[in-house]
C-alpha cells in the first residue's frame, strides 16, 4: 500500500495499462479481462487487475495532466514493481493526414515543462517511446485495419491552451497531435528502466474543428485497449 494505491502486495501486474478516466479503467477491465479484481479505490482512482490470455493485466487510472500520471506510474514501478506501462487514451489531431478516429503512436513526446525539468535543469531531454511496444503496436493496429501513425507528438500543460503561434510551429515540424500525459510517462520510464508506450485516439481535431461523437468514444477506445493489449504480450 501506498499513499496514492491501496493495492496490497503482489495485486499489481507487471504489464500495467493507464487510461486517464478510472471509470474507462472499469469499462475496459470489465470488457476485456477475465477473474477482474478490483485492486484499488483511493481518491475515488480505481484500478483493476485481471487476466488476459492467460496473461496477468492491471488497468489503472492516472488521472488528467502529467502531475497526475506521475504520481501514479512512481508508484507502480518504485512500490509494485511495474515494467510496461501503456497509456491509453484520446488526444487532438494536428495534422491534415491524421483524422477523427485514427490512432497515433507516441514515438517522441515534446513539452515546455513536466515534473521531471527540474531534474533535468538546462537539459531538454527527448522522452522517447520504447520500440518493441512500438513496432508491435503497429503491427497489432494493422493487423486489425486501424488507422495508426507513428510519430513525436506534444504533452501539454494545459487543456484550455492560447498559443496559437506554438501550435502553429508544432504542426509545422510535424507533431501529429497533443495530449497531457505522455511525455513525463516516458521520463519515468527511461529513469526506472521500464517499457512504455502511448497508445491514442484522435478524438478531435485542432486543424478541422471535428470531433467524434460521445456514442462512438467508446467503441474506438476499445480498438485502442485490443491494440495495447496484443503489443504489450507480443
Known amino acids: 500500500m501506498t499513499v496514492h494505491i491501496g493495492a496490497a502486495p503482489g495485486q499489481i501486474a507487471e504489464t500495467v495499462l493507464l487510461p486517464g478516466d478510472p471509470y474507462r479503467a472499469r469499462w475496459a477491465a470489465e470488457t476485456f479481462l477475465q477473474d477482474v479484481e478490483l485492486v484499488n479505490e483511493v481518491r475515488g482512482m480505481l484500478g483493476f487487475t485481471g487476466t488476459w490470455k492467460g ?118 515540424h510535424g507533431i501529429l497531435g497533443v495530449e497531457m500525459e505522455a511525455a513525463e510517462l516516458y521520463n519515468l520510464a527511461h529513469r526506472y528502466g521500464c517499457r512504455a508506450l502511448a497508445i491514442l485516439t484522435v478524438s478531435d481535431h485542432l486543424q478541422t474543428g471535428e470531433a467524434l461523437p460521445s456514442q462512438d468514444r467508446e467503441k474506438s477506445f476499445g480498438d485502442m485497449v485490443e491494440i495495447a493489449l496484443e503489443a504489450a504480450f507480443a
Do not use: W
Not at 501514479?72 to 512500490?79: G, M
Not at 485514427?102 to 538546462?122: H, N, Q, R, W
Not at 507513428?150 to 494545459?158: N, P
Open 55 to 172: 496473461n496477468r493485466v492491471t488497468i489503472h487510472g492516472s488521472g488528467m495532466g502529467m502531475p497526475s500520471l506521475s504520481i501514479y506510474a512512481n508508484e507502480l514501478i518504485r512500490d509494485y514493481g511495474a515494467k510496461t506501462l501503456i497509456r491509453i487514451g484520446s488526444c487532438g489531431g494536428m495534422q491534415e493526414k491524421v483524422k477523427i478516429r485514427d490512432v497515433i503512436l507516441a514515438m517522441s513526446a515534446s513539452s515546455i515543462s513536466t515534473p521531471s525539468a527540474g531534474i533535468f535543469k538546462e537539459l531538454n531531454f527527448a522522452p522517447c517511446a520504447d520500440y518493441g511496444l512500438l513496432a508491435a503496436a503497429h503491427a497489432a493496429a494493422t493487423a486489425k485495419g486501424t488507422p495508426v501513425h507513428a510519430g513525436g507528438i506534444y504533452s501539454a500543460d494545459v487543456f484550455y491552451d492560447e498559443r496559437p503561434d506554438l501550435n502553429e510551429q508544432m504542426t509545422r
